[in-house]
């Protein structure tokens, strides 16, 4: 369970406050060491005086490709990624700062996969990157976070931004993440019915503005999108890929190629010969999450923010634009995936993999997760110029526990 300070009192929305002067300018420097990539965020806090509450003035973002977890047999070159984002804090932030700005990363479903001696070489190359740096280095700098924690802070991020972590009126919003790796659900309960069907190890507690709150949330590992595409095709688990040539329906019919995941290469092609299309597509897909995903039949009813590969699949399929996102319902993914699958060769300038990826969205929503077809999702990147990430909730746990922000 999370602990239960009151770490948000002191942070309030920077477009609640108006900025004036930078009496006091500090920092937070984060990174997500993703299964997909790695990136910073570099968060800006003014405190105007000590008895004003400091306020979130901007974010500096920058990401690589691939994630740490592709350099599990090359840790120092894994960590030397990690070195070329942390010089642009050099950049950003004034050297008289530097010492006072803490630096961490976290790491979440590419490390997790890994074995546990190939996930420690690479965190320990990365913090010995960051003792050599000018920062404040925290004892537990570098780490692989904890699933639920994941699902939680992205919750806080998203709910701080949208103004709905202060003053009265709170109608907090539930998240949804898709990484490459893992997904997490997040939610608030509203009814008692809901805590008392929901597994014990889905719920995790904290406290805030003299509330506790209960969320629930669950961080599925191998249900990312990546791992997904994996378990679709019958290659995730399998002992020795090599050679193999994994086919799938979700796959153009002439299709054959070759991925990189996890530092595993895989062949993979379509169905030459058998069905291709929707309908045999989300047979496959459903075998991947039917039966796997804890149903909270309260969901049903709400609307949720949506983002990372949910996103992304949304812009690549023009359902949403780049820089706005907007409001999807579920079966929109759906009408769109059966576009996509039944047009293959209308869609093959992009991904091979859109088709699989959309029908996988749709099973995960509708049977995994269950929601109804006309559940809407709020799809968002960006709130207030701010990426939708965890890192921001965890920025503001790591300043609170440092005592930066009091
Ligand atoms: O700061 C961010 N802003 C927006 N999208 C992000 C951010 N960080 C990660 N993503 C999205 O997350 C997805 C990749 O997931 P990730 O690599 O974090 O896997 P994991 O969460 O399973 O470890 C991509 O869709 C990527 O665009
Ligand atoms: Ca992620």
């Given at each position: ?239 020795a890929v090599d050679g193999q040539m994994f086919r ?159």
């Open positions: 369970h999370l602990n239960r300070e009151m770490w948000f009192q002191d942070f309030l929305p920077s477009n609640m406050c108006p900025i004036n002067a930078k009496d006091n300018t500090f920092y937070g420097i984060m990174f997500d060491a993703g299964s997909t990539g790695t990136r910073i965020h570099i968060y800006t806090f003014v405190q105007k005086s000590p008895e004003n509450l400091p306020e979130l003035e901007g974010e500096i973002f920058e990401s690589v490709k691939p994630g740490l977890s592709a350099y599990a047999d090359q840790p120092e070159k894994g960590a030397e990624t990690v070195k070329r984002l942390l010089d642009m804090a050099i950049d950003a932030v004034p050297p008289h700062l530097w010492k006072k700005t803490p630096v961490v990363l976290k790491a979440t479903a590419g490390l997790r996969l890994l074995s546990e001696e190939k996930a420690q070489s690479l965190l320990l190359e990365v913090r010995e990157v960051f003792e050599e740096s000018p920062f404040l280095v925290p004892e537990d700098c570098v780490s692989i976070m904890d699933g639920s924690y994941e699902g939680v802070l992205a919750w806080i991020t998203v709910n701080f931004l949208t103004g709905q972590l202060s003053g009265q009126n709170q109608h907090t919003v539930g998240t949804l993440d898709l990484g490459g790796a893992s997904t997490q659900i997040t939610f608030l309960p509203r009814f008692e019915e809901t805590l008392k069907e929901t597994p014990g190890d889905f719920l995790t507690s904290f406290e805030m503005f003299n509330s506790t709150y209960k969320l629930y949330t669950h961080s599925y590992l191998g249900f990312g999108l990546k791992a997904a595409r994996l378990a679709t095709l019958g290659a995730l688990n399998v002992e799938s329906s979700c796959l153009p019919k002439q299709l054959e190629a070759e991925w990189h995941f996890g530092g595993v290469k895989y062949r993979y092609g379509g169905n030459k010969e058998g069905e291709t299309g929707f309908k045999p597509c989300y047979l496959e897909v459903l075998k991947v999450v039917k039966g796997k995903l804890h149903q909270p039949e309260e969901i049903r009813g709400r609307s949720f923010y949506a983002f990372s590969y949910y996103y992304d699949r949304a812009v690549d399929t023009n359902l949403i634009d780049y820089e706005q996102g907007g409001v999807l319902e579920v079966r929109d993914f759906e009408r769109k995936a059966e576009e996509v699958c039944d047009n293959m060769e209308r869609y093959n300038s992009a991904s091979p993999f859109l088709c699989m990826d959309l029908a996988y969205i749709t099973a995960l929503l509708k049977e995994g997760f269950g929601f109804r077809d006309n559940t809407l999702l709020q799809l968002t990147k960006k709130v207030n110029n701010i990426e939708t990430s965890w890192t921001l909730g965890a920025t503001f746990h790591l300043l609170q526990s440092l005592g930066i922000t009091y």
